[in-house]
């Protein structure tokens, strides 16, 4: 069965570096999205891609997060300079055409600690 | 703006039993759709059961059915038979819509269900 990949599955950094996630989506879906997870709270989105195309990013802090999905396929998201406060689940979800039935499929997450 | 409000944060029941988890969410659309989402611990978020506001018949997935109130906007999840398995949290989640920014989710906090063997 077709699985959204993410790597890696955790990761520790301090304070100040910069810190990439990777997302494959399941293939052939052409919405992907970033979700931030803090404990014990629901996701929240971060960013949405419409193939290469950013649909959403309004709740990005752009000033040390970027996003980018160049040939629609997989995405990375990167953090720089990590903070503190960025210590949480992210997870990258796909979807299909836009239809009633169709449903957002959500990787395994990557854990950051930031320390 | 779309908010969704879990005010339960543990439940446990045991084995066999019958549990509900309830939400409650705000919005001004009419059409919408609701969801339930489960996360183990370690594991991916699966989908549980969906709802489309448009349609009054309550959803039901083998054990799991919901109580759609749409007036009182209220969708509460109720769980038959519980299994060992059914352990993990539990997410309403909130989509405005299809496609573009009106397919992403909005999410509640969540709620972590246990059960007793």
């Known amino acids: 069965e077709a699985e959204v990949a993410q790597s890696p599955r955790y990761k520790i950094t301090e304070k100040s570096q910069a810190v990439a996630f990777w997302c494959d989506p399941i293939?052939?879906?052409?919405?992907l999205y970033w979700y931030r997870q803090i404990l014990g709270q629901g996701p929240e989105l971060l960013v949405q891609?419409?193939?290469?195309?950013?649909?959403?990013d309004s709740q990005l802090p752009k000033d040390r997060f970027s996003a980018e999905r160049l040939k629609g396929v997989d995405s990375t998201l990167k953090i720089q300079p990590a903070e503190l406060g960025d210590s949480a689940m992210y997870l990258c979800?796909?979807?299909?055409?836009?239809?009633?039935?169709?449903?957002?499929?959500f990787g395994q997450g990557t854990r950051l600690t930031v320390v | 703006a779309q908010t969704v409000t879990q005010s339960q944060p543990e439940m446990s029941v045991q084995e066999a039993e019958t549990v509900t988890l309830s939400c409650t969410y705000d919005?001004?659309?009419?059409?919408?759709?609701l969801f339930w989402y489960k996360q183990p611990p370690s594991r991916q978020m699966i989908l549980v059961i969906r709802?489309?506001?448009?349609?009054?018949q309550n959803a039901t997935e083998n054990r799991f059915s919901v109580n759609f109130q749409k007036a009182a906007k209220s969708f509460s999840l109720k769980i038959s038979d519980s299994q060992l398995g059914d352990a993990a949290m539990y997410f309403c989640?909130?989509?405005?819509?299809?496609?573009?920014?009106?397919?992403?989710?909005?999410f509640g906090k969540g709620i972590t269900l246990s059960v007793r063997p």
């Open positions: 989640a909130y989509r405005r819509g299809l496609t573009g920014a009106n397919s992403k989710l909005t």
């Open positions: 709802q489309e506001a448009y349609k009054q």
């Open positions: 979800a796909s979807s299909p055409e836009d239809r009633e039935d169709t449903e957002a499929f």
């Open positions: 293939s052939g879906h052409a919405t």
């Open positions: 891609f419409q193939d290469e195309s950013v649909v959403d």
């Open positions: 919005t001004s659309e009419s059409d919408y759709y």
